[in-house]
């Protein structure tokens, strides 16, 4: 109880009212009474003096009666009751540090078992080791072909490296149909060496048998260097007849087919492992190769000791110590390891997916997934009446309408400001929301995004305790992590946040890591062939 003096509430005006702005305020009026007397008698002159300076009363004067106030709250009604429900239903997509916390513990459990040839097979993070043991010394040189397939588009390279890492690259994009992606393996093949072969009658090399380095950006199943086994569709593919066939074959054989050019794929690798590649190029302490984009998978450096599911016979290590490990940590997750973070929505997403059950982890933290994730909350919420009411939400009902793209663009707003907001919701068919539903989905984006960024994070913190190296640099590519605005910098500060002062890190956006990264990988290993038979140099073993 706050006993006030009418003077002050003469000072304070707002306070007269019966319930105060910023707080739940009862002004209780005390009548009565003796007992102000001797609070008079006790304060003297200094509250006369107080009286006469602010209210004109003579110092002689009587005071007022005193006014007790019962403070029930300082929380401030800032927000509507609308607005705390939206908060309330997305509730479940806030994660916090000791989420986190289990999720890097699970996640390097489950990088333990997909190492071990023992518990490899029901492991969710399957860890296939890629054969790739020398990372590039920014000595190699020549011409060098690279084929990247990974998503709705491949593109195919030319990459010329000269002294002192110059370089020149031109290359083509080639767009796949939707129908390709869930037709036959066949008719897919033969669509990318058609491709392939008008690429290299364009650039003259018909009479040159270059090397090609190929990303396939698919769970690989890796049984040597040119030799890998698509292990399951994702990112949308369905094409009949690959699963489970070495995808280099399948590759040789279209382009056998057309028996108009001649090919020479020195090397199968996963889009992380040429991001990784890519970066270590330029940078030295490069160790961990991350994409984020339509989907997402990281890669390490793994003592050779340590991965039992590598088959030496596969590969003459020559005194090599270490290898990259594909981690595909997409499907982490799918053992039931993050059930206690996952949402009725992400249940509802893995549910109209092309692989349900699969690729856990990817669904909630992916390009592909994130905007659709967005447009079900939202769904809910005009559903509850808590959004965008009397406007016409047809489209925001139809499966895949709101892409991730969307969602960057409205977290890219100024705080108070709405405009590219706006520009979304026009092509959604909404126009003249309120700045209460402006608001409302960019908190939804805000939650989805923070939530796969944190997730995010957990996953490098585990790698990076995993390796211990003191130094280390993260390499990054991916459209996510190139266009969201704020993606790099909360998972940066989470990151930092859970390794502690102790270790030191960098993230860098790795410059056309599938794309150059193979090329490389190509460049790697005609470099060491020319070493007589992959005898590395002492600077390729780098502890």
Not at 427 to 451: F, N
Request: aromatic letters at 8%; a negative charge.
């Amino acid at each position: 109880m706050v006993l006030i003096d009418d003077e002050i509430l003469d000072f304070v005006p707002s306070l007269q009212r019966e319930r105060h702005a910023s707080a739940d305020v009862e002004i209780i009026r005390r009548s009565g009474s003796s007992s102000s007397a001797g609070k008079e008698n006790m304060h003297g002159s200094r509250e006369n003096s107080l009286g006469s300076a602010r209210t004109g009363k003579l110092d002689n004067e009587p005071r007022s009666r005193c006014t007790s106030i019962t403070m029930k709250t300082y929380k401030p009604h800032l927000i509507s009751e609308r607005r705390r429900k939206v908060e309330d239903l997305c509730r479940d997509l806030i994660v916090n540090n000791d989420h986190i916390h289990v999720i890097e513990m699970r996640l390097r459990a489950a990088i333990a078992k997909g190492l071990d040839k023992e518990t490899h097979e029901k492991a969710s993070v399957k860890c296939y080791p890629t054969y790739v043991r020398c990372l590039p010394t920014g000595e190699e040189t020549g011409r060098f072909l690279a084929l990247d397939l990974g998503g709705t588009n491949f593109r195919v390279l030319l990459m010329e490296i000269g002294d002192e890492k110059r370089f020149g690259m031109d290359s083509q994009i080639f767009s796949i149909e939707p129908k390709l992606m869930v037709g036959t393996g066949e008719a897919l093949f033969d669509h990318i060496a058609s491709c392939l072969a008008s690429f290299v009658k364009e650039h003259h090399l018909e009479d040159e048998i270059l090397p090609l380095g190929f990303t396939f950006s698919f769970p690989l199943i890796q049984e040597g260097l040119t030799k890998g086994r698509l292990a399951q569709w994702t990112k949308g593919f369905k094409c009949s007849s690959v699963e489970g066939f070495d995808v280099v074959d399948l590759l040789k054989q279209a382009i056998e087919r057309r028996n108009d050019v001649t090919i020479d794929v020195v090397a199968i690798l996963n889009d992380t492992t040429g991001c990784l590649m890519s970066c270590a190029w330029k940078e030295p302490k490069c160790r961990i190769g991350l994409i984020l984009g339509t989907g997402t998978n990281a890669c390490y450096l793994e003592d050779v000791e340590k991965v039992t599911t590598f088959n030496p016979e596969n590969y003459d290590s020559n005194g090599h110590d270490h290898v990259v490990v594909n981690t595909e940590w997409g499907a982490f997750g799918d053992n039931g390891e993050l059930d206690f973070v996952r949402t009725k929505w992400d249940e509802e997403v893995d549910a109209m997916s092309l692989n349900p059950g699969k690729q856990t982890f990817e669904k909630m933290i992916s390009g592909m997934y994130m905007g659709e994730l967005v447009r079900l909350v939202v769904k809910d919420m005009v559903e509850e009446g808590l959004m965008f009411l009397n406007q016409n939400t047809n489209k925001l009902r139809i499966l895949g309408n709101f892409p991730t793209k969307y969602l960057s663009e409205i977290e890219a707003d100024g705080v108070g400001e709405y405009d590219r907001c706006q520009n979304v919701l026009f092509k959604l068919g909404i126009v003249g929301a309120s700045e209460a539903d402006l608001s409302a989905i960019r908190y939804i984006c805000e939650c989805v995004s923070r939530r796969a960024g944190f997730m995010c994070a957990a996953g490098i913190t585990a790698l990076l305790k995993k390796i211990d190296y003191k130094d280390v640099v993260v390499a990054v590519d991916g459209s996510l992590f190139r266009h969201h605005p704020h993606f790099h910098n909360v998972m940066k500060s989470r990151v930092a946040q859970l390794m502690g002062i102790d270790y030191k890190f960098d993230m860098i956006m790795s410059e056309d890591g599938s794309g150059r990264g193979a090329a490389l990988v190509a460049a790697v290993l005609k470099n060491n062939d020319l070493e007589e038979s992959w005898k590395f140099s002492d600077y390729c073993n780098i502890m």
